[in-house]
């Protein structure tokens, strides 16, 4: 192995030691390393970084910034151990930034996608599909957090997941409704059915018994969505939009109930894993339904005052 690869090798076991999970960035980094060495380059410099970053002649100057990103932060540690190493300026690719618009999913909408998971074969493929997505509904989770759940971390019997390796790989529980609950168990004693045999200690598993892989849940998931008409040409429903609406729904259901959002946004928050309520504004999607409630509430307290 080369300096630079144990270089990286240590810089990424000191930020997950921290809590970063560091899929992407292990993946860029070999990348970088790899055409360092080709390069015969001894020392990390802006142009060998600048030019890794380009290699994907067709990318976006979007994903050739967030590639030198990736190097520039690595960069920074660096140049602390090995002075002749340079990090990259910022702002060399014009870039800009645009937060996904979340597809806001209904009720029927959900009900929809779930009976269509139902209909996947094999027959543990759709029930694994349809038990997951409907966690992911009605619980809020991160899809990554549902895949990695062990079956020791969901208690069916008090109704409580416990999530150990949540974001910044902190512990959280997660209360779940009665009917969740049930749901759940139906789907573990059709699992234990159908797969006597698992190859891996997770709750949700693949047709053979193995942890779900989160690119073949994407998949199907469009897969679904197309053949329902949810999907199309600007409207993008991902697996992350059922966590989006779970937490919209919940500031509805608030608002119609004439709850305080300031006073229990700390809760939804918690809920949701998030490190402060401050992140879990970015849920506070200015949609209709919402912003009627709120301009009503407004107006029942303050009246028509012009």
């Known amino acids: ?22 899929e992407r960035e292990q993946q ?25 970053a380009k290699l994907p002649a067709a990318a976006s100057p979007n994903q050739w910034a967030k590639r030198l990103g990736v190097v520039r932060r690595f960069a920074v540690y660096l140049v602390t151990l090995d002075p002749a190493s340079e990090v990259p300026p910022s702002g060399v690719f014009p870039t800009s930034r645009r937060r996904p618009s979340p597809y806001l999913f209904s009720d029927d909408d ?3 996608v779930l009976a269509a998971a139902r209909g996947l074969a094999p027959p543990l493929r759709a029930a694994t599909h349809e038990a997951l997505f409907g966690l992911l509904a009605v619980s809020g ?11 020791g971390d969901v208690d069916l019997a008090s109704g409580v997941i416990t999530i150990r390796h949540a974001k910044f790989d902190r512990t959280r529980f997660v209360p779940l409704h009665q009917s969740t609950t049930a749901a759940l168990r139906a789907y573990a004693a059709t699992r234990d059915r159908l797969c006597r045999r698992p190859r891996a200690d997770v ?3 693949s047709s053979i018994g193995t942890a779900l892989d989160r690119s073949g849940i994407d998949k199907t998931f469009r897969q679904i969505t197309t053949a329902l008409g949810l999907r199309t040409a600007t409207a993008r429903p991902r697996v992350h939009d059922l966590r989006h609406g779970f937490a919209v729904r919940t500031l509805v259901n608030w608002q119609r109930q004439g709850v305080s959002i300031d006073g229990h946004l700390a809760t939804l928050s918690s809920y949701l894993g998030h490190v402060a309520p401050a992140d879990t504004y970015w849920y506070l999607s200015a949609i209709p339904e919402l912003m009627t409630l709120a301009v009503g509430r407004l107006e029942a307290r303050f009246g028509n005052q012009r």
Not at 35 to 41: D, L
Not at 144 to 149: H, K, Q, R
Request: aromatic share 12%; charged share 20%.
């Open 203 to 205: 709750f949700f598993c």
């Open 110 to 112: 959900i009900e929809r």
């Open 141 to 151: 989770m991160r899809i990554g957090e549902a895949i990695g759940l062990a079956r």
């Open 1 to 22: 192995m080369s300096a630079l690869g144990r270089h990286v090798e240590e810089y990424l076991a000191l930020r997950r030691a921290l809590g970063f999970k560091l």
């Open 28 to 52: 860029l980094l070999a990348h970088f390393v790899a055409y360092s060495y080709a390069a015969g380059a001894e020392h990390l410099t802006s142009d060998l970084a600048i030019a890794w």
